[in-house]
């Protein structure tokens, strides 16, 4: 069974930036599509970034130019470095795993989750 920790949400304001990090265990190395989704109250969680395990990237809309995930095989940890934050970044960050997948998955098909860590952003 993989689990999936996220730590590095904190408040801070517009133009910081933020490095969240996912250590994941039960984890076999190189089979999981690996995503960092958001979500904000009252809205439907959305992908943020993607990278397969070969290290191709997919980025969405707001991440675009601003965001960079990565993700270290042989720690077992997923990382999204978040630059030049906006409030509208503003959310719960997820870190999510799907197996046996060779595309970013939908929201839907991802298999694992971790529990979230929150990112404020001040104007």
């Known amino acids: 069974q993989v689990q999936l920790v996220e730590s590095g949400g904190r408040s801070v304001q517009a133009g910081e930036s933020l490095r969240l990090s996912c250590v994941a265990s039960?984890?076999?190395?190189?089979?999981?599509?690996m995503a960092w989704v958001r979500q904000v109250p009252g809205k439907e969680r959305e992908r943020v970034a993607c990278?397969?395990?070969?290290?191709?990237?997919t980025y969405y809309g707001h991440a675009v130019n601003r965001f960079t995930i990565d993700r270290d095989e042989a720690k077992g940890v997923l990382y999204l470095q978040m630059n030049n934050l906006k409030p509208e970044d503003t959310a719960t960050y997820y870190c999510?795993?799907?197996?046996?997948?060779?595309?970013?998955?939908?929201?839907?098909?991802?298999?694992?989750w971790g529990q979230g860590t929150q990112v404020t952003v001040s104007s």
């Open positions: 990278i397969s395990p070969s290290r191709v990237k």
């Open positions: 039960g984890y076999t190395e190189g089979i999981y599509y």
């Open positions: 999510a795993a799907a197996k046996a997948i060779d595309y970013c998955p939908q929201i839907s098909e991802f298999d694992y």
